[in-house]
Structure formats: C-alpha cells, structure tokens
T-cell receptor, first 114, second 112 residues
Framework: GAGVSQSPSNKVTEKGKDVELRCDPISGHTALYWYRQSLGQGLEFLIYFQGNSAPDKSGLPSDRFSAERTGGSVSTLTIQRTQQEDSAVYLC????????????FGPGTRLTVL | KQEVTQIPAALSVPEGENLVLNCSFTDSAIYNLQWFRQDPGKGLTSLLLIQSSQREQTSGRLNASLDKSSGRSTLYIAASQPGDSATYLCAVDFNTGNQFYFGTGTSLTVIP
C-alpha cells in the first residue's frame, strides 16, 4: 500500500479482556516500531523490529504486552488482561531499514478500556 | 535521562505571521532529529528529518535547524496559514538507532 495502515481504527473493550492491534507497514520497509500516545502525554516507545533480528522490547510497560511480526511484514501488538490505564492511541511506524532513518506513521488505533 | 522538551505547549498566531517552535534535548550525542505534525485524531506526518551532521533542512515554508552543542532545534514556519494549525512534535534519536524520544508537542492555532 501507499502508507502504513493500522486496524482497527477504534477499539473499545472491557477491563480484563485481551486485544490485538494490527499494523501493515509500507511494503519493503524492514523496520517497524510501535508507540503509545496517552492523553496529554508524549509518544512512548514500546517495541522495535528490524528484519530477522531479535526485537527491542525495552519499551513494553509490562508482561501483559507482547508483539510479533510475521514474515517480516505485518505486526500484531497484543495486550492481555487490559487495564484502564492501557487506554491510549497505539501508533505504528515503519522505515526503510531502521538505523535512525525517517519514520512513517500509521493513523493509529484508539483503544478504550472500560 | 534522555528527554525532549517543547515550549510553548500552545501557540496562537494571526494568519501571515512567521513563527518559531522550539525543541530542546538533554544529550548532544544524537543520530538525528525529526519534526512531525499531528492533526486531531490522525497519525503523524513527517515534516523534516535532520541528520546529526546537518545544521538545517528546508521544505517549502518550513525550515528546521539543529544545534547539537546547545541541545536545541527550531522549526520556523513562514507566512503561516490556517491549514498549518496542528500539533507539532519534535523527536530525537539519542544514538540508539532503535527509537525516537518525543516531546509533548506544541499545539499551533493560526487564526484567519
């Protein structure tokens, strides 16, 4: 596609449920990033994938959060046993080969945990 | 601790004015710095990327400068237009190559 796409655009869930958020990076981009933007706060780095290398998970806030990237393309961010503090906009970005190149962002998924 | 700060948090100007948005960061050893705009309910749109070896980048009415020694970057917008109204975010890669650290943004309103 022409840009980074994310689905769903909005997700409302009940506390304690699991959710999956999807990101389709720009075709050919080997680097993929997940960020979280909470209300009134800046973007917070969550996880980084680069090719076949082990992902940098240093930003994941707890073990309820996990992410995978299948076939070096699509990525899924999973949040287990969601809490109200998980409510935020989750943004995905990709870049051609990582290493601090320009990042291109998707429109985000707005997650609301009731 | 690596931090990015943007001041002011909000700015309102009349149409046609030139304006400067400020970004400061705590560590001068950076890979690069990127400016984004974010419209309400939307993702981020990349505006300019400045590599650590560069001092400025220009795109149309936008000019971004980088002074690593003082830990500062500015985004200059010439002849502002109502369509420039958005939140402007500064992001810095502190030599990790893996992630950007973001400021909390400056919310710009250009009044017609």
């Amino acid at each position: 596609g022409a840009g980074v796409s994310q689905s769903p655009s909005n997700k409302v869930t009940e506390k304690g449920k699991d959710v999956e958020l999807r990101c389709d990076p720009i075709s050919g981009h080997t680097a993929l990033y997940w960020y979280r933007q909470s209300l009134g706060q800046g973007l917070e780095f969550l996880i980084y994938f680069q090719g076949n290398s082990a992902p940098d998970k240093s930003g994941l806030p707890s073990d309820r959060f996990s992410a995978e990237r299948t076939g070096g393309s699509v990525s899924t961010l999973t949040i287990q046993r969601t809490q109200q503090e998980d409510s935020a906009v989750y943004l995905c970005a990709s870049s051609p080969s990582g290493g601090s190149e320009e990042q291109f962002f998707g429109p985000g998924t707005r997650l609301t945990v009731l | 601790k690596q931090e990015v700060t943007q001041i002011p948090a909000a700015l309102s100007v009349p149409e046609g004015e030139n304006l400067v948005l400020n970004c400061s960061f705590t560590d001068s050893a950076i890979y690069n710095l990127q400016w984004f705009r974010q419209d309400p309910g939307k993702g981020l749109t990349s505006l300019l990327l400045i590599q650590s070896s560069q001092r400025e980048q220009t795109s149309g009415r936008l000019n971004a400068s980088l002074d690593k020694s003082s830990g500062r970057s500015t985004l200059y917008i010439a002849a502002s237009q109502p369509g420039d109204s958005a939140t402007y975010l500064c992001a810095v890669d502190f030599n990790t190559g893996n992630q950007f650290y973001f400021g909390t943004g400056t919310s710009l309103t250009v009044i017609p």
